[in-house]
């Protein structure tokens, strides 16, 4: 009405001065009326579901693999919630989790974790002396608790020999062998027949890899690597004698000092105490010679 008014003040030729064209007092107008008119606006649809069910679905999906969409909703109404299977559904694909029945079952890594706890694996691996001299060293490493067990060290194995390292073994596990059910071997010819009964007595059964396949047997070919990295590589072998030595010292740190990730960092067979470092004094212990350090709680 102002613009109006002044309109009638200014000639025509002068009107170019407004610093608005008409089209903004139009577009104002229409503003106005849509913010007097405007009624509360009512989300249309189902209400979001409530975190705290999100979080229980996933919860019972994790916890019971077995378990499809159908099964997770009646448990749900069976604790109050009511909510509908295709939400369920919903739900847990959002969340990468398969909600149809074919999650039925282990998965791998369940799968292979329950095995390990039944199964122990051996190999051999050499070591050269400083005048050339090659030495076997059979071990024998538990899967469950990557505990390692040196057997024997010779210059010459046998058929024989092995079948004899392998009784020792037995012995030296005593009733921790009832709990195993499989050994895992490469086909190398020295694990002979005897061998084989050896272990087929005490109800452990044999698990050969394919040829030409050391990733068959990792979990050994990786306990050759590192104590290749942390001893034989980093040390003068004189001897059979020498290295028994060596060997014994540092598998004894190796199971019961040295931290596992596949463990949460804690030794195949730890201490029973718990050090608190807020009132401990830590000390260093020199392995091999200073080669490998341990630390313990100050007397």
Request: hydrophobic share 40%; charged share 25%.
């Amino acid at each position: 009405m102002v613009l109006a008014a002044l309109s009638r003040l200014l000639p025509r030729a002068r009107w170019s001065a407004f610093f608005v064209t008409p089209a903004t007092p139009l577009r104002r107008h229409r503003q106005l009326l849509a913010r007097h008119w405007t009624y509360p606006h009512t989300p249309r649809g189902r209400r979001p579901v409530d975190r705290e069910i999100r979080e229980l679905v996933l919860r019972l999906a994790r916890e019971n693999p077995t378990w499809g969409h159908r099964r997770v909703q009646g448990e749900l109404i069976g604790l109050g919630y009511r909510i509908a299977a295709s939400t369920v559904w919903k739900i847990l694909h959002r969340a990468g989790v398969d909600p149809a029945p074919r999650r039925a079952g282990p998965t791998w890594r369940q799968f292979l974790t329950a095995q390990a706890h039944t199964i122990l694996a051996c190999d051999f691996f050499t070591v050269d002396t400083v005048l050339l001299k090659r030495i076997y060293v059979l071990f024998f490493v538990e899967l469950a608790t990557r505990q390692v067990q040196v057997v024997g060290v010779t210059a010459h194995p046998t058929g024989a020999w092995v079948t004899q390292q392998a009784r020792n073994l037995l012995m030296d596990l005593g009733d921790r062998a009832d709990g195993l059910r499989f050994l895992l071997r490469d086909r190398d010819t020295k694990f002979t027949v005897a061998f084989d009964a050896v272990f087929a007595a005490a109800g452990i059964d044999m698990i050969r890899t394919p040829p030409q396949a050391p990733r068959a047997n990792a979990f050994a070919e990786r306990r050759v690597g590192t104590v290749r990295r942390e001893c034989t590589d980093r040390i003068l072998i004189a001897g059979e004698r020498h290295l028994a030595g060596v060997l014994t010292e540092y598998t004894a740190h190796y199971n019961r000092h040295r931290p596992h990730r596949s463990l949460d960092q804690r030794p195949p067979n730890p201490p029973p105490h718990v050090v608190d470092l807020t009132t401990a004094r830590v000390q260093r212990h020199p392995i091999l010679g200073g080669l490998i350090n341990k630390y313990s709680q100050a007397a």
